[in-house]
């Protein structure tokens, strides 16, 4: 089975542009979340979609927002780029269900955003 | 809020020894969910273990366990025959308990470098 997969791997903006990164789920999971890990740091949340509805927003400007589609994978937009923003995005999902004991995450490799 | 701490930014240890990660952490609920992760190069989270806090026995998978002692307020991870393919990010998360949400607080993370 497919892990979770993002895109585009790497890319490069200048400031003020705006970005959009796609992920798509494991199959079956319906929960996807996104964090953003600047060089040196842990990751740090961003958003969390269940079922096409936002669960849960962390500490981030209105730049960032955030959809799921119907299929259950996700894009995550920023737009008014700044140079803080450069980071690697990571998208993670999870199911969401009765035997769902420990809600382990599963994560992408990530988008890796350079900002000029 | 929820904080997870990790004083240790780099450890060495010698292929085949044991290495002990420190991971501290401070929340005021009384259900959660600690999570270890290793983060290779490629940039990929891979989730290694997990303790709940209502769990009675420390948790193990593999060469990894976690130490875990909830009056201290510590989830030590322990990598036992330490293995060259074990360089990497390791990073102590934490989860509050709380219906579907998913949202992960990271520490700062620990490098570790196995030497041969």
């Known amino acids: 089975d497919a892990g979770v997969t993002q895109s585009p791997t790497h890319l490069i903006k200048t400031r003020g542009q705006q970005v959009t990164l796609r992920c798509s789920p494991i199959?079956?999971?319906?929960?996807v979340s996104w964090y953003q890990q600047v060089l040196g740091q842990g990751p740090q949340f961003i958003f969390q979609?269940?079922?096409?509805?936002?669960?849960g927003r962390g500490n981030f400007p209105d730049r960032f927002s955030a959809r799921q589609f119907p299929n259950y994978s996700s894009e995550l937009n920023v737009n008014a780029l700044l140079l803080g923003d450069s980071a690697l995005y990571l998208c993670?999902?999870?199911?969401?269900?009765?035997?769902?004991?420990?809600?382990?995450?599963?994560f992408g490799e990530g988008s890796r955003l350079t900002v000029l | 809020a929820q904080k997870i701490t990790q004083t240790q930014p780099g450890m060495f240890v010698q292929e085949k020894e044991a290495v002990t990660l420190d991971c501290t952490y401070d929340?005021?609920?009384?259900?959660?969910?600690l999570f270890w992760y290793k983060q290779p190069s490629s940039g990929e989270m891979i989730f290694l273990i997990y303790?709940?806090?209502?769990?009675?026995q420390n948790a193990t998978e593999g060469r990894y366990s976690l130490n875990f002692q909830k009056a201290r307020k510590s989830a030590n991870l322990v990598i036992s025959a330490s293995q060259l393919g074990d360089s990497a990010m390791y990073f102590c998360?934490?989860?509050?308990?709380?219906?579907?949400?998913?949202?992960?607080?990271f520490g700062s993370g620990t490098q570790l470098t196995v030497l041969p």
């Open positions: 993670a999902s999870s199911f969401v269900g009765g035997q769902d004991r420990t809600g382990e995450l599963f």
């Open positions: 199959s079956g999971h319906k929960s």
């Open positions: 979609y269940y079922e096409k509805e936002e669960r």
């Open positions: 929340t005021s609920d009384q259900s959660y969910g």
């Open positions: 303790q709940g806090s209502y769990d009675e």
């Open positions: 998360a934490m989860r509050a308990a709380s219906g579907s949400a998913r949202q992960l607080t």
